[in-house]
């Protein structure tokens, strides 16, 4: 029997033999480095449309013709800043990116190594530009603009009937993310166009939600609209089950919230999303070449609901919104 004594030891060594193992870049197999700012359920899925492409050309770990690190930066900027000036040391070939946070931390931290972002907006709303308004030039992959919110943010007063004589709808937004507060100012503007009140309170970090949320429900908002940024995406189950409590239904942007409750959205898919940035990656794997290429919008959007979450709100769905559960 093995004296226990010596198992530690053991346990070092072999953990030490794995993180040089993988350090160590594979002559002629390129090496990628993928890059997700925080833990969560509907972000994930642009990770696994991003590395489908990619096998699909030809390129995954299981066949030896990738190197891949993978790091979660689970919420902490300054973790978030380490892993992209690790993956520089590393000289990976390609940094692919998901969502903003991530882009953005990448675009300050090298200006040599292709990005390849995912799940975030252009480069103009997250502020990225020069003063020329040129955009970095490593950047690719694909973004999305705001237009799309408003076919999302224009069913609601189609299928919810107000309490008083104006529709109320609440909002949060992160007013330290740029996107959140385009977003933000856009449907402000809409929700005048339309005659609908919007209720809309400003939040810094997750740890604002739970509470900020209940104010807002505390209001008598009518509907919910979830705002596509980073903080409202980790923090969407606390905001479905205060809003479920309180009976008010929630709308959206994003395909995904939609599957973790929210009524509808007209938004991209990530899946999808992850799946077209990785498709391009792997025209720059396989050319060995950026000529050509540029950051892309995003191509495919979805009308989507969940009927559940109708049901439970006695809300009827135009047909041309697609049951994703």
């Given at each position: 029997?093995?004296?226990?004594?010596?198992?530690?030891?053991?346990?070092?060594?072999?953990?030490?033999?794995?993180?040089?193992?993988?350090?160590?870049?594979?002559?002629?197999?390129?090496?990628?480095?993928?890059?997700?700012?925080?833990?969560?359920?509907?972000?994930?899925?642009?990770?696994?449309?991003?590395?489908?492409?990619?096998?699909?050309?030809?390129?995954?770990?299981?066949?030896?013709?990738?190197?891949?690190?993978?790091?979660?930066?689970?919420?902490?900027?300054?973790?978030?800043?380490?892993?992209?000036?690790?993956?520089?040391?590393?000289?990976?070939?390609?940094?692919?990116?998901?969502?903003?946070?991530?882009?953005?931390?990448?675009?300050?931290?090298?200006?040599?190594?292709?990005?390849?972002?995912?799940?975030?907006?252009?480069?103009?709303?997250?502020?990225?530009?020069?003063?020329?308004?040129?955009?970095?030039?490593?950047?690719?992959?694909?973004?999305?603009?705001?237009?799309?919110?408003?076919?999302?943010?224009?069913?609601?007063?189609?299928?919810?009937?107000?309490?008083?004589?104006?529709?109320?709808?609440?909002?949060?937004?992160?007013?330290?993310?740029?996107?959140?507060?385009?977003?933000f100012e856009r449907l402000q503007s809409l929700a005048t166009e339309l005659g609908i009140e919007l209720v809309a309170r400003p939040v810094n970090t997750t740890a604002d939600v739970p509470l900020v949320t209940g104010a807002l429900l505390n209001a008598g908002v009518d509907a919910f609209f979830a705002?596509?940024?980073?903080?409202?995406?980790?923090?969407?189950?606390?905001?479905?089950?205060?809003?479920?409590?309180?009976?008010?239904?929630?709308?959206?942007?994003?395909?995904?919230?939609?599957?973790?409750?929210?009524?509808?959205?007209?938004?991209?898919?990530?899946?999808?999303?992850?799946?077209?940035?990785?498709?391009?990656?792997?025209?720059?794997?396989?050319?060995?070449?950026?000529?050509?290429?540029?950051?892309?919008?995003?191509?495919?959007?979805?009308?989507?609901?969940?009927?559940?979450?109708?049901?439970?709100?006695?809300?009827?769905?135009?047909?041309?919104?697609?049951?994703?559960?």
């Amino acid at each position: 029997m093995q004296n226990w004594r010596t198992i530690p030891n053991l346990l070092v060594l072999s953990i030490l033999t794995m993180l040089i193992s993988c350090a160590e870049p594979q002559e002629g197999v390129p090496s990628l480095g993928f890059v997700d700012a925080f833990e969560d359920n509907t972000i994930e899925q642009a990770k696994l449309g991003f590395l489908a492409a990619l096998k699909e050309a030809g390129y995954s770990e299981e066949a030896g013709t990738l190197q891949l690190t993978y790091r979660n930066a689970q919420g902490d900027i300054p973790t978030l800043t380490q892993i992209i000036k690790y993956l520089i040391s590393q000289e990976v070939d390609l940094i692919a990116t998901s969502p903003s946070l991530s882009t953005i931390a990448a675009i300050q931290n090298t200006k040599t190594i292709p990005i390849f972002m995912m799940v975030a907006p252009t480069p103009a709303l997250m502020n990225v530009t020069d003063k020329e308004g040129n955009d970095p030039p490593n950047l690719y992959g694909i973004a999305e603009n705001l237009g799309y919110i408003d076919t999302s943010f224009s069913i609601i007063p189609k299928l919810v009937k107000p309490k008083g004589a104006t529709l109320r709808i609440g909002l949060l937004y992160n007013q330290s993310e740029p996107q959140s507060v385009d977003a933000f100012e856009r449907l402000q503007s809409l929700a005048t166009e339309l005659g609908i009140e919007l209720v809309a309170r400003p939040v810094n970090t997750t740890a604002d939600v739970p509470l900020v949320t209940g104010a807002l429900l505390n209001a008598g908002v009518d509907a919910f609209f979830a705002n596509p940024d980073n903080t409202i995406f980790s923090s969407f189950e606390n905001i479905l089950k205060a809003c479920n409590e309180a009976e008010v239904p929630i709308f959206t942007s994003e395909a995904g919230l939609v599957e973790r409750g929210a009524v509808a959205a007209y938004g991209a898919d990530i899946y999808q999303w992850g799946h077209q940035a990785g498709q391009q990656a792997a025209q720059f794997l396989n050319s060995k070449s950026l000529d050509g290429l540029r950051w892309e919008m995003v191509k495919t959007r979805r009308k989507v609901y969940n009927t559940a979450s109708a049901d439970r709100f006695g809300i009827e769905v135009p047909a041309e919104y697609e049951s994703i559960k």
